[in-house]
């Protein structure tokens, strides 16, 4: 009997992690089991566990203890077993999974782009998370270029939709951004974007230590560390976008800047010092939701347009992250238990270097 393993987080202590191993349950009609080959971990998805309740990430693969949850990623798996005659086994999908080495889904809405997951729970959940594309027609796709795609494909899709959200208000009336944890992917991504919108200045706020990093890049028009703020003028028209979710910084800004134009509130790449926004001089931060921006852009264009946009600036941004004189990722790998527990430890405590990418594997 074949068996999968999960790596398990506690909701309210997302230090504490835990190894399920459990034999696989065997298929019913109209279902599959897809091996996950390979995930990335980043930032990102330590967003999805600190914001996952209120935002719903828990609930796309439940656990049966309450306290524990199964945090989302974005990879690559193949069909192991398939009773959904339509999917056969050994296709390739791109799509949102748990931490594990396998999963079992149940296949809907097939068409020749991929097919929906169709477990009842998900229903309610936004859309574009329970899409699995084939790779084979899959234009984004290249078999040597997964890790790069696993890594930034979902996150520089929100770097798009959060400089297009801006553009379409206008910016909210200012010429400066203010994006913190700035050498985060999501950041940096965002960055590149607004970098091209001109009479926008883009400005990164980072750690002394990865300084050096964001400035490396060029996307920022100013990099400050956390301690200068105050190298920005007080009466400075702005939007702080928010990627750390650290609540003092939080509060520095909405102290110092009298024409705060808009707090947006993206992730929680700071843990340990993730607070509310209530009581706060200025606008109410904001979560950014980007399934809503999506939504809004499918409308306006229609889908076929969003994913030529899309298509054609992570063309433009993977080029200048993959570019082989001054590459701005370099990937490591972390295959079995022990090394993806270690690997999610590092990203946990916002440790590791931000050139590198993890990418990691439970696949026996």
């Not at 009479?199 to 890049?217: M, P, R």
């Not at 750390?244 to 800004?253: D, F, H, I, P, S």
Request: aromatic share 10%.
């Amino acid at each position: 009997m074949t068996t999968t393993t999960t790596l398990l987080v506690r909701k309210d202590e997302l230090a504490s992690t835990r190894l399920d191993t459990s034999p696989d349950i065997p298929l019913a009609d109209g279902q599959l089991r897809l091996r996950i080959d390979r995930f990335a971990l980043t930032a990102n998805n330590i967003t999805y566990a600190a914001f996952g309740s209120a935002m719903h990430y828990w609930d796309f693969y439940p656990v049966q203890d309450a306290g524990w949850g199964q945090i989302p990623v974005w990879g690559f798996g193949t069909v192991a077993e398939s009773r959904y005659p339509e999917v056969p086994v050994g296709e390739r999908f791109y799509g949102y999974y748990p931490m594990a080495s396998s999963v079992l889904l149940q296949p809907t809405r097939l068409s020749p782009a991929g097919f929906t997951e169709g477990a009842a729970h998900r229903a309610a959940l936004p859309a574009v998370y329970n899409q699995l594309l084939r790779c084979g027609v899959d234009p984004l796709y290249s078999a040597d270029s997964e890790d790069i795609q696993a890594l930034l494909r979902p996150l520089f899709i929100t770097s798009w939709l959060i400089d297009d959200f801006m553009d379409d208000n206008q910016f909210f009336g200012a010429n400066t951004l203010l994006l913190s944890s700035a050498s985060s992917k999501t950041a940096y991504g965002t960055a590149f974007q607004l970098r091209q919108r001109p009479g926008i200045e883009v400005v990164g706020l980072t750690s002394e230590g990865n300084k050096a990093f964001c400035e490396s890049l060029g996307c920022y028009h100013r990099v400050l560390t956390y301690a200068q703020l105050d190298q920005v003028a007080a009466d400075a028209a702005c939007v702080y976008v928010d990627f750390a979710g650290n609540a003092e910084l939080r509060r520095a800004v909405h102290n110092r800047f009298a024409r705060l134009a808009y707090s947006c509130s993206i992730g929680g790449t700071h843990v340990e010092q993730l607070g509310g926004g209530k009581g706060l001089p200025g606008p109410v931060p904001t979560l950014f939701f980007a399934p809503a921006q999506i939504k809004k852009r499918n409308a306006d264009w229609d889908a076929a347009a969003l994913g030529a946009r899309l298509g054609q600036a992570w063309r433009v941004f993977t080029a200048q992250v993959a570019n082989p004189a001054a590459p701005w990722l370099t990937v490591q790998h972390h295959f079995g238990d022990a090394a993806v527990q270690a690997a999610y430890a590092q990203v946990l405590g916002g440790r590791g270097d931000p050139r590198v990418g993890h990418i990691l594997s439970l696949s026996k």
